[in-house]
């Protein structure tokens, strides 16, 4: 018997009139997975403008067709008339999966869905695959990466979000063709906040380095000479959770299961001791050196090279030598 709920859809969560890139990843992997399954993928749009272009940009990334739901109260990402236009869809055209990109928006609007239509979600996933009869499959590291969790969705729509950085983007393909649907939801719901200011600010976007130096909590007494050193060597800096909790560095640069998914060619990581959780979103790393002060740290078992000392003394070492060679 064919199943009423058909196709695979993707939030395509919007800044500006971009969609992010997080938003075309999970698009790229919908694409691979409706090749895979014989099924159609489409893409959900909202916004106040036209958006017609953003539309044309996620055909090119592999979306058969876009819903596009164009309302003032959509002009910027806000729950309740996000989640209100988005149940009105899933309501009315019953998709078999929802992907969300599981950026802090892509999380909330999941969430709220979910509670809102009662339906199950995986969280946070980096494995998605499609069995038997549209089944979606979706892997969630467990105890701290240790282990790859995988989970379904009784209810239908199956959803999940999905880490930044899980899936590569996918090239667009100029000549590829897609439907526009321009979709009339009705009136939604004021927020009940209104946004008075809006301010900008730039963040690295870590997860594309090629080279990063990572700091632990082991040094939380001397950040500065581990920043210095990244940029000294002219790579990217990140940090492990605990600092990030502390309000030492940005939130928008720990690395783990948590935070973000690095894949460089070379990460120099100092005073982390490797916890699972942490390690996840590093493993991607062609190679790994790191310096720890305990010869029983873990993070030593993930290492090319280990060196086992006193950051506060092997770092002031390191920026000589390399100040040196500079001159
Ligand atoms: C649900 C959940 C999600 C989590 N998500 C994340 C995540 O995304 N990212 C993340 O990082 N963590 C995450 N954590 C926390 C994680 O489990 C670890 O607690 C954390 O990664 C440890 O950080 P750390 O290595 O900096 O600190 P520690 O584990 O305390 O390690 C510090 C290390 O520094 C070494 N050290 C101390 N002094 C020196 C010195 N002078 N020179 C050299 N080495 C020194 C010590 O030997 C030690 O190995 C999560 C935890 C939970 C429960």
């Known amino acids: 018997m064919v199943s009423e709920y058909q196709n695979i859809w993707v939030f395509l969560?919007?800044?500006?009139?971009?969609?992010?890139?997080?938003?075309?990843?999970?698009?790229?992997?919908?694409?691979?997975?409706?090749?895979?399954?014989?099924?159609?993928?489409?893409?959900?749009?909202?916004?106040?403008?036209?958006?017609?272009?953003?539309?044309?940009?996620?055909?090119k990334h592999g979306a058969d067709k876009v819903y596009v739901v164009q309302d003032q109260l959509l002009q910027e990402y806000s729950t309740i008339p996000y989640s209100e236009a988005l149940s009105r869809l899933i309501t009315r055209y019953k998709p078999n999966i929802i992907l969300y990109p599981a950026t802090r928006n892509g999380r909330d609007l999941a969430g709220?869905?979910?509670?809102?239509?009662?339906?199950?979600?995986?969280?946070?996933?980096?494995?998605?695959?499609?069995?038997?009869?549209?089944?979606?499959?979706?892997?969630?590291?467990?105890?701290?990466?240790?282990?790859?969790?995988?989970?379904?969705?009784?209810?239908?729509?199956?959803?999940?979000?999905?880490?930044?950085?899980?899936?590569?983007?996918?090239?667009?393909?100029?000549?590829?063709?897609g439907e526009i649907e321009r979709v009339d939801v009705g009136g939604l719901p004021e927020p009940p906040t209104k946004t008075v200011e809006r301010v900008f600010y730039t963040v690295e976007d870590i997860s594309?380095?090629?080279?990063?130096?990572?700091?632990?909590?082991?040094?939380?007494?001397?950040?500065?000479?581990?920043?210095?050193?990244?940029?000294?060597?002219?790579?990217?800096f990140g940090a492990t959770r605990p600092l990030s909790d502390e309000g030492l560095v940005s939130r928008d640069i720990f690395v783990g299961a948590t935070g973000k998914t690095v894949r460089p060619k070379i990460a120099l990581i100092i005073g982390a001791s490797g916890a699972t959780h942490f390690i996840s979103g590093v493993a991607g790393a062609e190679k790994i050196i790191s310096i720890n002060i305990d010869p029983e740290a873990p993070i030593h078992s993930y290492s090319d090279y280990s060196i086992v000392g006193d950051a506060y003394k092997i770092v002031p070492k390191l920026l000589e030598k390399l100040e040196a060679e500079m001159k």
Do not use: H
Request: hydrophobic fraction near 45%; glycine fraction near 12%; charged fraction near 25%.
């Open 13 to 59: 969560e919007r800044r500006g009139d971009e969609i992010i890139e997080p938003s075309l990843e999970v698009l790229g992997k919908a694409r691979e997975l409706a090749d895979k399954y014989g099924d159609k993928v489409s893409g959900i749009l909202m916004g106040a403008a036209n958006l017609e272009n953003l539309a044309e940009t996620a055909i």
């Open 208 to 236: 594309k380095a090629e080279a990063i130096v990572i700091a632990g909590i082991g040094v939380r007494e001397n950040i500065e000479i581990v920043k210095k050193l990244s940029e000294k060597l002219n790579w990217a």
């Open 112 to 177: 709220r869905i979910s509670a809102k239509l009662n339906l199950g979600l995986s969280a946070n996933t980096v494995w998605l695959d499609i069995v038997g009869d549209g089944i979606l499959l979706a892997g969630v590291p467990g105890f701290g990466g240790g282990i790859m969790a995988v989970t379904k969705c009784l209810t239908k729509p199956q959803m999940a979000t999905v880490r930044p950085g899980a899936f590569p983007k996918p090239q667009p393909n100029p000549s590829r063709k």
